[in-house]
DNA sequence: CTGAAAGCGCTTACAG
DNA sequence: CTGAAAGCGCTTACAG
């Protein structure tokens, strides 16, 4: 079957005895044209198989709808969940993801960026990777192209942002467990490193500093965001002489890992002792024991990030935009 | 900060005093071109801030350098580590991915195939979702874009594709589950449905024939392809009268789920009842107990997929290549 | 080795 | 309400 040229406006304009410039329109179904005519119109690309050029269009127009959609860690589900969001109501709205997975390398991520640009992206949704320096998100803003932050912060560069309160979410997920009676709490996590990271630490120093216990530096285990970090938290935690009786972890995949390595030690979370996770990804609820987490809805905060870029690009001018999530309690039966 | 058109070919020759052809020729690093040329060409490029209009090229040459990748479930680690597979060779071969996610609705995967299409998309790597209809898949191939379809193969259609042999996966699984001792094993996962789920039943089957063992229907338990799913089969078995003492299941999500189900009942795999999965994602590790599996390294099959869509490109009219993985035994400690 | 010219498929003022 | 014309930024024969 030999492969014949896509049919073009040219054709149709043709076959339906009309004008480029009337087929163009009808196309867009401007009411400039009447509607007998329109429909004719219509048929006619029906009938020839038409296939709009979209290249062609974002040439003439400048403006695409393409969507740059760059994600740093596809390996936590937070940011799949996230991603779907994105994705649903880009998709309702007409437009497409141009995606790419920086799996946290700014490299890649420079690359990324500059050919989503070349592409002629009409916007930009952006989870940065750890370590993007201030001047990568600047030179997007030169480049003119509206762009939402998703996640992390970068820098006090007024961008719109869609994110969760880490610190008010580790303040209350630290909160309920003194609530739930618990003295000893231990904090599973980064140490240093981007703002979350801070954001989230600080929100746990505080609640212990409010219910005036002692900040032990030991019990603030610095491990990676990872399973295996969960799974090394624990060990260190379970060596301490003065045995801590909750953790609250970075997010849930740590707490999850960190479910798994009790179990394997033959302690059960909620029973031997308190775990509670940030996050509330899906797996949260099926996990064993199902996990007390603090819910930011990262479906939710994907489509927020959408309708926001979407916005933009009807409102260049308007003043950037900031959601941030209110991490609510989600008590299951680990803490 | 007022926002200037972007500079073209045209500023450029204009800038280095040359001609758009040569520029565009140097661009390409063609060698019919002076190399001091070229390079006054490349310097001028720098200086103006040169971005290459990729919509404008693609317009001139038709091929362009988007790979449209439509998965059907990014909820399953499956899908998302084979999603990376796919973007990893993508992007250090200079493409870039036109990413959708269909949620295995089969209205969704039409819209977003012609989507892909109008963006003139060089080629499709598409998992297909469930009821995918034949014609479905024909049409891309009437379109003239090559496609490598993953995973779920449609009807016979001769397509390039990647995928893992399930029925000898399951076979295997079942056979060390017998070599093993177990003579009550159970099966958790659909009895119909797609292709996919008909091989690996049969494999399990297989096995069981094989081993003269008798053919239980209701050991055979038909539940979603979830984690609600691993769950209802674990209590579905539990209650049976003639208790079996191995579980198969039919991926890695329904069978940590059905760990977990077991842990939450007291039970523990690999001690009072054997569970095996399969796919090998990167949670089967760190489960607990640790899930023994049969390993299709679905990263792997992203990158296979990738570079026969490439490969592909190049050679329009060679005969379809079939990549089929065949399974390795992973044996962990659930049984 | 380089330049002038045509044209990819569309949209958008501008006339009428 | 519809058409003729210009032009978006590039590539590719074709001359020279």
Redesign the interface.
């Known amino acids: 079957m030999k ?1 014949m040229r896509n049919p073009t406006i040219t054709d149709i304009a043709e076959f339906a005895g009309v004008s480029k410039s009337t087929v163009s329109l009808a196309l867009q179904s401007s009411d400039l044209i009447r509607p007998e005519t329109a429909e004719r119109v219509l048929d006619a690309a029906k009938e020839l198989g038409y ?6 269009a ?2 003439r127009k400048v403006r ?1 709808n ?1 969507i740059g ?1 760059i994600v740093n860690d ?2 936590n ?1 937070f940011f ?1 969940e996230l ?2 969001g994105v ?1 649903n109501v880009l ?1 309702e709205s007409g437009y ?6 920086t ?1 946290e390398d700014v490299t ?1 991520q420079n ?2 960026l500059a ?6 992206a009409a916007g930009i949704i952006l989870c940065p990777a750890f370590d993007t320096p201030r001047d990568a998100v600047e030179q997007i803003r030169a480049w ?1 192209i509206p762009a939402v932050l998703v996640v992390r912060q970068i820098g006090e560069l007024d961008y719109d942002f869609v994110g969760s309160d880490g610190a008010v979410g580790m303040y209350k997920a630290t909160a309920h467990l003194i609530a739930t009676g618990h003295r000893k709490i231990a904090y599973i996590g980064r140490k240093a490193g981007g703002l979350v990271s801070v954001q989230r630490l600080e929100g746990y120093t505080a609640a212990i500093h409010e219910a005036a216990l002692p900040l032990r530096e030991d019990w603030i285990v610095d491990v990676p965001i990872s ?1 295996e970090g969960g ?1 090394m938290g624990v060990s260190t935690i379970l060596q301490l002489e003065d045995r801590p009786t909750a953790i609250v972890c970075y997010n849930d995949r740590v707490a999850i ?1 960190a ?3 009790l ?2 030690r033959g302690l059960l979370a909620g029973k031997d002792i308190a775990v509670v996770g940030f996050d509330d990804i ?2 949260a609820a ?4 199902p996990l007390t987490t603090m819910a930011v809805d990262p479906r939710q905060q994907g489509e927020l990030a959408s309708r926001l870029l979407l916005r933009r690009l009807n409102r260049r001018g308007a003043p950037p935009t900031k959601h941030v999530i209110e991490p609510k309690l989600v008590v299951r039966q680990s803490g």
């Open positions: 492969k296939v709009y050029n979209r290249a062609a974002a040439l695409s393409l959609v596809l390996t589900p799949v991603l779907i994705e998709l497409i993801a141009l995606m790419a997975h799996a890649v690359r990324v050919s989503v640009r070349e592409h002629g003119g399973p799974q890992a479910l798994n390595e179990s394997r899906g797996d099926h996990s064993h024991p």
